[in-house]
Each structure stands twice: as structure tokens, then as C-alpha cells.
């Protein structure tokens, strides 16, 4: 619902800087609070993590203005996300391996499904990726959406060679796309 909301009052950002203020002030900070708490557990909550990356990208991609004063508490977290996360992209995806801490004696019903926590409603849209590819996709466009920012993009200059690392990192293709 609230990524609903926040898609519906983007388009005031810049425009009608109250109504954004209205729809939000009171509940920001403890959307911010929530959200980075998300994607700071170290549990592999993957579909969890992907809505609440889902809610953050559109937050810093369409409300800027909004968003300016929230931006750096969101670096760092996100950062150190791409890089945990990335040996359970590179075995789950890449390599077809199950999830860690699972091996091939569990039983089949709990085998990883992505969509597992995904409400079975009318709402549910069959193109959306779920558990870890949906994650990583939308950490990734998290990220992306981050670097456009001016004071953003001279951190990033800092660090571009860890950055580039880790995001190439990522590049592997699919078990399911070698073919």
C-alpha cells in the first residue's frame, strides 16, 4: 500500500511540495526506519527485502526533492547489502546451487520458492521477479537510481574500482539463460 501511495503522490515532488508533505511527513521517518531495518537483517527474507527496495527506489528516483535530507542514510546500507549479498546471488542464480544452509537431503516442500510469501490475490503480477533474482534486480536499480545523484556520484568517485568490482560481480549469467 505505501508503495502505492508513494507511486501516486510522486508526480507532486517539485510541483506541490505540501500535498507531498501532507501524504508523508508524519509516517516518512518511520517508513525510512523500517525499511532500512529490512534490508539491514541478516535473514534471508528476499521478497521482504525486494518491496522494501522497491518502495526505496521509487523514493529517491521520483521524489527528490522529498527525499534530499533521507538520501545518506540509505548509502551505506544499501552498499553493504550488494556485498553480502552477492555470494547468495552467485550460488542461487549462477550456479544453480541451493540457498546456504540448505543441501539436497531437506525435504521437497522446504525447497526455496521464491514466491512463497507472495499474497496469492488478483493484485499478484505474474511478470514480477520474486526471492533472490527479484531482490537483486531491485537492489540493483536501487543503486542505479542512487548513483544519478550529484553528491552521490562524487562518493561514488572515490570508490569506483570496489564499486565496479562488485557490480560486475554481478554480471554472471543465469543458470537458466546459458542456453
Known sequence: MFYQLIRLISWADGIDNDLVERCLGDSFHGWMALFLQIIQSQRNQFNCKKNALKCLTVIFRDLVNFSRDSINMILKPSWKLLNRHLPTFTEVLAYNCPLPGQDDSDNES????????????????????????????????????????????????????????????????????ER
Do not use: W
Open 110 to 177: 522446504e525447497k526455496y520458492d521464491p514466491k512463497a510469501d507472495v499474497p496469492g490475490d488478483e493484485s499478484f503480477v505474474d511478470d514480477e521477479k520474486y526471492g533472490v533474482e527479484g531482490m537483486t534486480f531491485h537492489l540493483l536499480e536501487l543503486l542505479s537510481t542512487l548513483v544519478l545523484r550529484p553528491n552521490v556520484q562524487q562518493l561514488v568517485l572515490q570508490g569506483l574500482v570496489p564499486l565496479m568490482t562488485t557490480v560486475c560481480s554481478y554480471l554472471l549469467i543465469e543458470h537458466n539463460h
